[in-house]
Structure formats: C-alpha cells, structure tokens
C-alpha cells in the first residue's frame, strides 16, 4: 500500500516495515497490527506517517463486487446459510480482498484451462481399470520405503522403548532431518529447541513420533511425480494446510491425539497422487472439468472416471498396511457419515474445505468439496471465531513447515 499519514491511520492497519521515531528509536516492528493506543502514542511522539500494508478497505466499490463474485463461484456446493460455510466464506472474501489490496489480480476464468494434455496416454482408460487393479499393478511394480515398514514395527509393538524407536527413525537421515525441523516449527511451539530425535520422542510421545514418521516417509514415494501433470508443490501445500487445520480441530476435542490428525490431512488425498501416476490422462480432464464447470474435484474424477481418489485410497492404504484409524480417515474425508464412528473422518472433512476456502485468495481452482451438515454437527464447535483463529495459526506455521518437508 505504501506511505500513509498519521491521521489516516485507523486500527487494525498493519505496518508494512519497522517505525522509528525521529531519533531512530524503534517504536513498532513490521508486521504489527496498530491499535488504537498505539496511534495515540505516535501522535504523542510526533510521528508523521507510516508505510503500512495494503488495506481491503481502500478497495473501490466496484473491485469489492468483483470480489465477492469470484469468492461466491468457489462456494456454489455448500449451503450459504450454514454457519461454518458462512464463516468460510467471510474468510475467504477477507484474504481475497487482501491478497487484492496488495496487487493480485483476479484470474480470468480461461486461467482454470490447463494447457494441452492430449499426448498424454494411460495405462487404463474408462471402464478398463478398477480401483483394485490400479493399485495393484502400482504396488506390483514400485517397492515401498524400506524405512516406513520398520517405523510400522515399532508402532504396533507396545512394549517398543523410546530408545529403539529414536534408534529406527535415526537410520533414515532425511526423515530425521525431518522430524527435527517439524518438532522445531510452531505446529509445536516447544519454547525450547530440540536437536535430537531421542528429545523429540521424549517430548512429543514415542507413539505420536513415529506416526508423523511413518506419514512423512510415504510421501518419499511419490517423489517421482512429472511435474507437467500436476504441481508437485501446491499438492503438498494444500496437504500441509489441511493437516493443520486437521490438527487444531482435532484440540477442540477431548481425548484425540492431535499428529495422527496431521498425518491423515498430509495424506488426506493420496489417491489422487496414484490417479496421477496411473491414469495421468484421466485425472488431468477431471481437474480440467472440475475447474471449468466448477464442480468438486472428487465429483469430476467420478464422472470422467466412474471412480474417485478415496476409492483408490482405501486399497492402497490397505496393501500398504498403514493404521486403520488413519487409513479410515482419509478413506471417509468426502462421506465422513458413511464412517460407522463419523467424528475423526469428520474433522478431516472440515479442514479439508476450509483449506479449499483459504487457497482461494492464493489461485486456488478448485471449489469447496461441500460441508457435510451432520459431520459438523458432531464436532460440536462454534465456527466463530474458531476457523478464523485456525485460520490466523495457519499463517504463523505454514512456510515454516513447507520448509521443513522440502
Ligand atoms: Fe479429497
Ligand atoms: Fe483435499
């Protein structure tokens, strides 16, 4: 936004560098969001102006309607009366209209249509290829991390000691690297550093540890991904944020351990990474259809191919043998009221339309999946201001934790 004078300064501006006074003292660091009391005490010390950050007020009427036209598009699946989706949509207008404010534009609607996709052949075309035998000619053919299986070991055996368990996750360097970098980052909040992987498991849990390390070392497995069909880095951006948002919700209930929650958001859409790698044709037309008549994404990938990513999600969770509660998750996130035991499919469910909601300011193309009215009922939550709260922790952690996976 740049310079503003004193007298324009309203509450809640937020400064966009460090404010000195006259004689160079710092009186505000970049980033603070002014109050009141401290426009008073700028008008005290004779402070003239300062450079703020762009403001969603300063937008002109016409751009606010453009806004909420493009925000609206993105919420066509969920009910607007709905307290939670209401609450989403406040959000999203919010950061749209900043991310605006601060010179984004809007993308045209022909910026959804992804480029030309046709020489691209599958394996399996419609009808030729079943959720169980995409995953079987998958797991035939790669071998699984060596590592997760011997994490899986000690995570089913009880009596396994914090030693042994420091022990096995040490073998693998860069998932150690991982984890430190993880345990260091604000998803914690540890208000000490910690340098070791026998201090992490000391201090997050033995069980707790090595379910975030089972979760990271299967990400391993699709590194090989080409990056022409789908960006690699958003897809985990996106997987990242819903885990967070995972993870919090899960606090707002007695009795759930909050990593498993993160685990399942980071893995909550793990079929679409096997859609990609075994029916890249297929997968690229149903995000093209989901982006160009804004429907869901699990919706087009039903229509083009008669299936979707949690069907392919449960038999490779399966052949993979990873935890049944975990797997269940991410099995359940688009029908969590199908779960016999709705409430932990449930929490994903949420934050996986609430990072919908947020990576709409950000280019995001997809529309929100649609909020499942029981499921949020049995959360038990008030959406105000609980998500805008997630939301604001949300901004604190995620670059530190991007950083700590890549
Ligand atoms: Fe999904
Ligand atoms: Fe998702």
Redesign the pocket.
Known sequence: MGIKRLDELTAGTVLASDLKASDGRLLFKADTELEERHIELLKRVGVAEADVKADAGDLSDETVRDIEDYVRDFFLYVDPEFEPSLQMFRIALDLTGSAVASGWVLPDISDRRASDVEHMEDLFLRGMGSPDTIVKHETELASFPDIYFRIKEVLEDESASAERIAKVVSTDMSLAAKLIKLVNSPLYGFPQSIDSISRAVALVGAKELSTLALGISAINYFKDIPPELVDMKSFWRHSITCGIFAKILAGTQIGLSPERFFIAGLL??VGRLILFKKLPYASTEAMLFARENSIPL?EAERSIMDFC??DVSQPLLQSWKFPEGLSDMINY??SPMEFPNPLEPAIIHVA?NLTNAVEIAQGGMYVL?GIDVQAWEILGIKADPLLRDAVDQYHEQIDIIMNAFF
């Open positions: 909550h859409d699990v990513h949690t996130h688009h996986d999946p």
